[in-house]
């Protein structure tokens, strides 16, 4: 089934991805590039999640912690293991300011758990400080943890249909300051490519010299702009034109993205092979547990024990040999490919093999 799924995936990917090699749409500075310095901020706190079902962490560091919690609201407790184990959790919360973030602004966080905690559902963060690198207070988090999912464990029997370790709080972090953000420098605006590209940096700066101010690229992902004079006090404006702009874009790099994780293989258009050959040999290894009892003899000291026997089976293939002519494209890949029916795992190592070899003309990126 999996190798279906591959090949009709890679099928379709030849057949979407053909035309648009020959489609230029143009597309607006503003999805290609970002003003330089104007950027998130990320900031970092740890807390405590109470109101957990038992299932909260067992470590010291916790206990004491809610013991100063307590001292802090203004109760004192003679020892920090009066309070119950398993009722709270010990967190770190991490959130990412967005630039131009203000005084009383929203933003969302997440709060992961340090210890053995089992499960955050059902627990709320008490009043956390997130900081800055620079030690400065910015945001405060409180509020309901959001964890998605559930975590059973009932004997030795468990149920998880999320990761419940980790959850998030939409709009659990309040802002306690204005991130002052400063676009540009005296008299010039410096934008950056998403992703370095010589022919369109250079393209961007001839478009937005003969739309609406000198420009000039000075590398191979930055544009710095001369700001004109009526633009010096509203430069926000100045921008907004500058994005809208439309410019013809690029032929992509070729490139292969694959992720070994999931097994997820995407092929772009142009991909280019030299002459090669691929041996693939399909080995299978099965595990199958025999779950047995050992009896002792009759009138012995010995006890009624249980114990597993696996048996271990090792199926190898014929291998297959398929030879790839030079300049070979998308298509005739995914023929290849398709021939000696591999499978997702084994598709990324004949791709890795051929990137090695130097056959493979494309960016083969792992992820």
């Not at 090949?7 to 020959?22: D, F, K, R």
């Not at 912690?65 to 010990?90: F, H, P």
């Amino acid at each position: 089934m999996i190798k279906k799924i591959v090949t009709i995936t890679l099928i379709l990917l030849s057949w979407v991805l053909a035309p648009i090699a020959s489609i230029a749409a143009p597309v607006r500075i503003g999805n290609l590039t970002h003003v330089k310095g104007v950027r998130e901020n990320q900031i970092v706190g740890y807390g405590v999640v109470v109101g957990l079902p038992g299932t909260g962490d067992n470590s010291r560091s916790t206990q004491i912690t809610n013991k100063m919690l307590i001292r802090n609201l203004g109760t004192v407790i003679d020892q920090e293991n009066y309070i119950q184990k398993g009722s709270s959790a010990a967190v770190i919360v991490t959130a990412t300011v967005p630039p131009f973030s203000k005084n009383g602004d929203k933003i969302d966080c997440t709060v992961s758990t340090i210890a053995d905690a089992k499960s955050l559902e059902g627990g709320v963060l008490v009043q956390t400080i997130l900081k800055a690198p620079n030690g400065e207070a910015v945001a405060v988090a409180q509020g309901p943890v959001s964890v998605g999912g559930i975590n059973k464990i009932a004997g030795s029997a468990s149920k998880r249909t999320a990761i419940t370790s980790t959850g998030r709080i939409p709009g659990g972090a309040i802002m306690e300051r204005d991130i002052e953000t400063q676009i540009g420098d005296e008299g010039t605006i410096t934008i950056s490519m998403d992703k370095s590209d010589y022919t369109m940096v250079s393209r961007i700066a001839q478009t937005i010299s003969n739309t609406i101010a000198p420009a000039k690229a000075i590398d191979g992902s930055s544009v710095v702009i001369s700001v004109p004079s009526k633009f010096q006090n509203d430069r926000i404006r100045f921008l907004s034109i500058i994005e809208n702009i439309e410019v013809t874009p690029t032929v992509e790099t070729a490139r292969v993205v694959v992720n070994e994780r999931t097994g997820t293989v995407v092929i772009g258009s142009d991909v280019k092979l030299l002459p090669a050959a691929v041996a693939h040999g399909n080995i299978t290894v099965t595990v199958t547990p025999n779950n047995e009892v050992s009896q002792p003899n009759a009138f012995s000291a010995g006890a009624t024990v249980g114990f597993a026997n696996p048996t271990v089976d090792i199926q190898k293939a014929s291998g297959s040999l398929v030879n790839m002519p030079a300049n070979s494209n998308l298509n005739d890949l995914v023929k290849a490919l398709n021939a000696i029916g591999v499978a997702p795992i084994d598709l990324i190592s004949i791709l890795q093999a051929l990137k090695k070899a130097g056959s493979l003309q494309a960016d083969l990126v792992v992820i």
